[in-house]
């Protein structure tokens, strides 16, 4: 599907209001102006807030799932994926930091728990979660991760990492490629046999 540039400048305007006001303190008048349209318009292509906040997030994780296809490691270790996948996206949420904290929000909100809990339980079929998700299940099949469930496991290799992307963006730590090197295999370590 091809979307008009109107339709971009919308979701462009949201995601920068949202990031840095919430979900509440982004309302789609404040919205419509950001992105220089009509505040009717904005429902030509959204028919609500709600329906923007989902489209937009689904388009965020669209990006980020490809990003974790690209070079992933597919006959490598379970080190080897692991890393690949801490690594991708520790660079690309310090890289665009609005994504990150839409992302953030929208995981932890009543918009996205339910949605989160479905891909870390395997119900919903994104390639990307669902190579890693293997990955962890055969990590623990063969004893090369510790004896958690797939949940604990992923709190304990994304939890350090969010918080940390989070203290970069706010200035309270300067995350560099050799500092990401070393998190990424203290996160590991955290996960390992």
Aim: glycine share 6%; proline share 3%.
């Amino acid at each position: 599907m091809r979307y008009t540039d109107k339709r971009c400048d919308i979701m462009e305007a949201a995601l920068e209001l949202i990031a840095e006001h919430g979900f509440h303190g982004a309302p789609m008048s404040d919205i419509a102006e950001k992105a220089g349209v009509a505040a009717g318009t904005i429902y030509r292509y959204f028919e609500s807030k709600d329906i923007l906040i989902n489209e937009l997030n689904q388009e965020l994780e669209t990006i980020v799932s490809s990003l974790l296809l690209e070079e992933f490691p597919e006959g490598g270790t379970v080190q080897e994926r692991f890393c690949h996948v801490v690594r991708a996206l520790f660079r690309y949420f310090i890289d665009h930091p609005l994504q990150f904290r839409f992302m953030e929000q929208y995981s932890y909100s009543p918009y996205g728990v339910s949605r989160r809990r479905d891909k870390l339980l395997g119900i919903r079929g994104d390639a990307d979660r669902q190579l890693f998700r293997m990955a962890i299940e055969e990590g623990v099949a063969e004893a090369t991760l510790k004896n958690f469930p797939v949940m604990v496991l992923c709190g304990l290799a994304f939890g350090p990492m969010v918080s940390l992307v989070r203290d970069h963006i706010l200035g309270f730590i300067h995350l560099d490629d050799v500092l990401i090197d070393r998190i990424t295999e203290a996160c590991w370590d955290a996960v390992k046999r």
